[in-house]
């Protein structure tokens, strides 16, 4: 399946010339409509356009597509507008729960969208480290990994497996390398924490791999461990669902199945509320467009 999203990066990239000019037409990175132009190449198995120095050049095949990509973007645009005029009869309160590192990574930069399709909705983000009940209405929605059936009246959607591993930053990889193996490990920092539940999961991982004498620092936060490692300071556990998406970070070794899965929750008391719905199932259309994306790239473990 193509994303949508893809032939706006093409339409910009070819209406613009180069991906610089698209980048800031999308208001994204460079790199990011490079990616999804080759995304989009490779789901095609077609070349649409010419690498240049001076930019990016239509191929046959490319010019062949634009018209029809314009014809989707403005089919597109009605339907968006429709669901804008629906989106504003939604209102209320939904308050979701997640981890730090969810909310900075996957949720935040969606939240523009989200509110632009429903105005009258208001998010309340809660990032804190202890597990809301939501059988008690302490939370509305959960983006939440677990390995445990849900309790009763707990319902939702499967997102992917949770998996975590080691990770770097390039920056840290050009001055120290990229472990590869538990011993090799053990000459680099590792960074420690993240707070809650997670502190302790991970501390028992760090001593079951007997990296505790490598421990440079602590963070109190997911959020903390993901700043850390991107500061080049040393090395930490991260989501995958995050950390593989993120062109400036490097896996160190793969994942082990821990058997923990991705859920987005909500209680059947409320799971029929528009605004909560509306939620669901806007967080969901943008978690599984995400995975697809991440399945489809190149890995990102060098060699």
């Not at 590192?101 to 105005?119: D, S, V």
């Amino acid at each position: 399946m193509i994303d949508w999203n893809d032939w706006r990066y093409f339409l910009a990239v070819a209406e613009t010339g180069s991906t610089l000019a698209a980048g800031r037409r999308l208001r994204v990175s460079q790199t990011t409509v490079a990616r999804r132009i080759a995304t989009l190449e490779e789901s095609l198995s077609l070349i649409l356009f010419e690498r240049r120095p001076g930019g990016y050049a239509l191929t046959s095949g490319g010019s062949a597509l634009v018209e029809e990509a314009r014809s989707l973007a403005a089919a597109a645009d009605r339907v968006e507008q429709k669901a804008r005029a629906s989106g504003r009869d939604i209102s209320g309160t939904v308050k979701l729960t997640t981890e730090e590192i969810f909310a900075m990574t996957l949720i935040a930069p969606w939240l523009r969208e989200l509110r632009e399709q429903y105005p009258a909705i208001r998010l309340k983000l809660d990032t804190s480290n202890t597990l809301r009940d939501l059988g008690a209405g302490e939370a509305d929605v959960a983006l939440r990994s677990t390995s445990k059936e849900q309790p009763a009246g707990i319902v939702g959607r499967a997102i992917c497996p949770d998996d975590w591993t080691l990770y770097c930053s390039r920056e840290y990889a050009e001055r120290h390398g990229v472990p590869k193996s538990r011993e090799a490990l053990k000459r680099h920092a590792i960074i420690a924490g993240g707070g809650g539940n997670l502190a302790r999961v991970y501390s028992q991982w760090l001593h079951e791999l007997g990296l505790e004498q490598q421990i440079a620092m602590e963070h109190g936060s997911s959020g903390g461990l993901l700043t850390a490692v991107r500061s080049g300071i040393g090395i930490a556990a991260l989501p995958c669902i995050v950390a593989d998406g993120d062109p400036d970070l490097i896996r160190c070794v793969p994942p082990a199945d821990h058997g923990r899965t991705m859920w987005l929750l909500t209680h059947e008391r409320v799971r029929r509320s528009p605004t909560v719905r509306a939620v669901i199932d806007y967080l969901y259309e943008r978690l599984m467009a995400h995975v697809k994306r991440l399945e489809n790239a190149r890995p990102l473990t060098p060699p």
